[in-house]
Every structure is written in structure tokens, then in C-alpha cells.
């Protein structure tokens, strides 16, 4: 789990801390994205209700390369642990389809953050160009 301070919507009161995101341990399937509830252990039971997600779409592809010049590699999910991927510290360029999205130095959203919107990010700042550990959509986009 992923626990941070989180304030609430309206502003009001002081927040608390909260689990953000479930992040599996190596080796182990990650939870289900959608989850029904139904209102009888019955298995022929037909009502059931889903509980809603984010409004809104998350989508980035991240290339090896400066300037686009790899293979593309689209996600809409959270990557707190590239070096289970083989990406940790190799993406040189971005391109942001939707949502805004958070880069870090570190694994686990640790470290320097840097957010990027909705764009094209054909280089990436010497501080950041092939030092990208973990990554997340921070605001859902349209």
C-alpha cells in the first residue's frame, strides 16, 4: 500500500493519511480494477452495482529515445516500480494523450517530481532524461 497525507476536496479540515494506491510485492497479480458488489452470496443473483473509478482517461506513451526515435510503449497505468519493467532510467521522450501525470527519480514515487500535461515531450530536460524511476496519473484528463 501506498499511504500519503491527503487534504480533503472542499479544503476543509486538516486531511489525513490515506492509502492512494495498492502496489503489489513482486511476483504477485495485481487487484482487479473494477469491482461489483453483489447484494446476495447467491451466485444467481443478478443485481449487483459497480463502484465507480476516476472520471475521466489517463494515457502516455514513453519512448528510450530522444525525439521519439524507439519503440513506442503506450500505458494508462501507474508504474511504481519501473526497474520490474526493464525501464528504470531509460525514457528519453514522452508523449501525454490525456491526464496529468507525475515523473519521479525514484521508485515508489519517491524523489524529484516533475508533472507534465497533456503534450508532446520529444526531450526531456538533461535532469530527467533517462532518470525516470516511477510514474503516475495525478488528474484524469477528457
Known sequence: ?????????????????????YCPRPGSAPPARVVSLSESSSAESSSTAAIPGPQGKCEITIYSEPRFASAAVPTSDDQPKLSESGWQNQIASVQIKSGTWEMFTEEQYNGSAMRLRPGSYPELEPAWLKKINSFMCVEPGN
Open 1 to 21: 500500500m501506498n499511504w500519503q497525507m491527503v487534504g480533503f476536496e472542499d479544503g476543509g479540515g486538516e486531511g489525513g493519511w490515506q492509502c492512494v494506491q
